[in-house]
């Protein structure tokens, strides 16, 4: 998972994805 260099321009779309996988992390604890 290091392919995060590309998506500087989309703000919004970065932070659905850091909200996800926190989500995500969160889950599997």
């Known amino acids: ?3 995060e ?3 500087e321009e989309e703000e919004g779309g970065t932070l ?3 909200n ?3 989500t995500e ?3 599997k604890r």
Request: proline share 0%.
């Open 1 to 3: 998972m290091e392919e």
């Open 5 to 7: 260099e590309e998506e």
């Open 16 to 18: 659905l994805t850091v």
């Open 20 to 22: 996800v996988m926190h």
């Open 25 to 27: 992390f969160t889950k």
